[in-house]
């Protein structure tokens, strides 16, 4: 059953940001180097349009959804090349039961979620959530044991049973979803708050994921929606990436919000349509990939500003990415060349 928002909630929150926004100064981000750092990217062919990219700690092995191409792609990063793949039709969105290892892969068009074990890199089974369609995100949450998938066609968040696979209840957002690589959206672990982009609607749904309820909403104030969001645990900021359509009118700003009133403190100019985060805290760097530009924008977030800009070329059009937590290595799905780029960092 869907549910629906909280207005008198909504309304609350909207004033409360009109109100205290004008308190707060904005930070704006400069990029202080440009690196041009494909000679020293590594290289592997998986697939035609690579839509999400994880990395398991546990393995150390990179998986890729590759959509067009029909099957999840298996690589080793050390030396960069194919170890499997597994056949599961227009595979888009990934998510990582890290306890378990069991690997959710979701079918972007149809109602199909594929579950493998990642200690065996074998199918489990294949499971249908019967009519919701265009699955085309999947995350996982290891403080809850939550399983979510983006039903895009149905504008519903499903939480479903990891264990049974069974459906537990569906959550109604805004429609047109910010459509990004990678998980969903920004969770704060402490409250277990998911904060949505819901780019049609020019700002953030907040989730709440133990009661299944939408019960506010942050105006980005911005005319390019946002396509997705980042929860930082070094400064609990709420970082969210202002890129617009792909195709019409993209744009090209992170912006930092106050995680409690959605009050914008800060903000970055990065490349051309941005889509996917991925964080480095030992290094304190958040890598934002931007298709339309050919880049990944890196913004230092002790003082938000973009301290580096990786150029993969104009073809590559990068979409999801992931980090090796243990070396700092970024993983970049390239959606234009059907590459995956291995890094070092920043």
């Known amino acids: 059953m869907a549910l629906g928002k909280n207005s008198q909630t909504l309304l609350v929150i909207v004033v409360g ?23 020293s990217a590594s290289l592997v062919s998986v ?42 039709n227009n595979a888009r969105g990934l998510a990582l039961d890290p306890t378990s290892g069991q690997l959710f892969v979701s079918d972007g068009y149809g109602d199909d979620f594929m579950v493998v074990n990642a200690a065996s890199n074998s199918e489990v ?15 996982f949450d290891s403080a809850t044991g939550q399983l979510f998938f983006l039903a895009n066609n149905n504008d519903d968040l499903l939480s479903v ?32 708050v998911m904060f949505y982009a819901a780019r049609g609607s020019m700002g953030v749904d907040l989730v709440g994921e133990l009661n299944g309820t939408v019960f506010g909403f942050f105006p980005t104030g911005a005319s390019e929606g946002p396509v997705n969001t980042f929860y930082d645990p070094s400064n609990h900021l709420l970082y969210v990436a202002l890129g617009g359509w792909l195709y019409q009118n993209p744009g ?14 800060a903000s970055a100019t990065v490349g051309v349509w941005p889509s996917s985060f991925a964080y480095d805290s030992s290094r304190h760097l958040l890598y934002v990939s931007c298709a339309v530009s050919g880049t990944i924008s890196v913004i230092n977030d002790l003082t938000n500003q973009v301290v580096d800009t990786i150029s993969l070329g104009p073809s590559s059009m990068p979409g999801s990415i992931a980090i090796d937590p243990s070396t700092g290595n970024l993983f970049v799905g390239e959606d234009g060349t059907g590459m995956l780029a291995e890094l070092p960092p920043g």
């Open 17 to 39: 940001v009109a109100v205290v926004g004008a308190a707060f100064g904005v930070l704006t981000g400069t990029s202080t180097t440009n690196t041009n750092k494909t000679g």
């Open 47 to 88: 697939g035609n349009w690579p839509q999400a990219v994880l990395y398991d700690p546990n393995n150390q092995l990179v998986y890729v959804a590759v959509q067009n191409s029909n099957n999840l792609t298996i690589v080793n990063p050390s030396g960069m090349h194919v170890v499997g793949t597994i056949p599961f």
């Open 125 to 139: 089974t294949t499971s249908a959530l019967s009519g919701y369609t265009y699955l085309v995100g999947a995350q």
């Open 252 to 265: 090209n700003q992170v912006v930092a919000l106050n995680l409690t009133t959605g009050v914008q403190v």
């Open 161 to 192: 049973n990891p264990s049974t696979y069974a459906l537990d209840q569906a959550i109604q957002v805004q429609a047109n979803t910010g459509g990004g690589s990678g998980p969903i959206a920004a969770v704060d672990p402490q409250t277990h």
